[in-house]
T-cell receptor, first 110, second 114 residues
Framework: GQSLEQPSEVTAVEGAIVQINCTYQTSGFYGLSWYQQHDGGAPTFLSYNALDGLEETGRFSSFLSRSDSYGYLLLQELQMKDSASYFCAVRDQSASKIIFGSGTRLSIRP | NAGVTQTPKFQVLKTGQSMTLQCAQDMNHNSMYWYRQDPGMGLRLIYYSASEGTTDKGEVPNGYNVSRLNKREFSLRLESAAPSQTSVYFC?????????????FGPGTRLTVL
């Protein structure tokens, strides 16, 4: 089967850098995605890694190591608006459905 | 271009009542999904449709039925609502290419079953 593990909560300071880790177990691998969800809102897509290495999109970067079944989301220059839950996700072995991790709640202190 | 739309936004039901949640997307995506999210929890897949005319069970299908009416629309039906189905329901559609794999979510339906 498939499973994803990520920390349930992370706290950081405004202006700092934070890393949210995700380890996964899948029978087949089609890439690792990251989503952001603010309280009361819908998840929105942040980033996708199909190959090993770092993908950068503004203040957000995502990293993948397929040999370690591991990825992370890196948020730089943290702003209060980055307080949200962050989910990693992979496709299952059929490639038809997407499995989400249980989410990491990021709290930012001034 | 509205993306993914869902109706209703809020609903309160009594135990045993039935209702249908509507979802539509205007992005010409083949795949559509229904998730539920309980407070402080992740997204759990109820049903999905990989293409028009097909539907498959996800992780938590019991108590639900779906219809892929056409390429745009994917509805979720609760035949006899139970308090355990109190949750936020999200519909999504997806676009997958070599370089990206993106799910687009609707705004959600907040359902309370008394």
């Amino acid at each position: 089967g498939q499973s994803l593990e990520q920390p349930s909560e992370v706290t950081a300071v405004e202006g700092a850098i934070v890393q949210i880790n995700c380890t996964y177990q899948t029978s087949g691998f089609y890439g690792l995605s990251w989503y952001q969800q603010h309280d009361g809102g819908a998840p929105t897509f942040l980033s996708y890694n199909a190959l090993d290495g770092l993908e950068e999109t503004g203040r957000f970067s995502s990293f993948l190591s397929r040999s370690d079944s591991y990825g992370y989301l890196l948020l730089q220059e943290l702003q209060m608006k980055d307080s949200a839950s962050y989910f990693c996700a992979v496709r299952d072995q059929s490639a038809s459905k997407i499995i989400f991790g249980s989410g990491t709640r990021l709290s930012i202190r001034p | 271009n509205a993306g993914v739309t869902q109706t209703p936004k809020f609903q309160v039901l009594k135990t045993g009542q039935s209702m249908t949640l509507q979802c539509a997307q205007d992005m010409n995506h083949n795949s559509m999904y229904w998730y539920r999210q309980d407070p402080g929890m992740g997204l759990r897949l109820i049903y999905y449709s990989a293409s028009e005319g097909t539907t498959d069970k996800g992780e938590v299908p019991n108590g639900y039925n779906v219809s892929r009416l056409n390429k745009r629309e994917f509805s979720l039906r609760l035949e006899s609502a139970a308090p355990s189905q109190t949750s936020v329901y999200f519909c999504a559609s997806s676009a997958r290419t070599r370089s990206t794999d993106t799910q687009y979510f609707g705004p959600g339906t907040r359902l309370t079953v008394l």
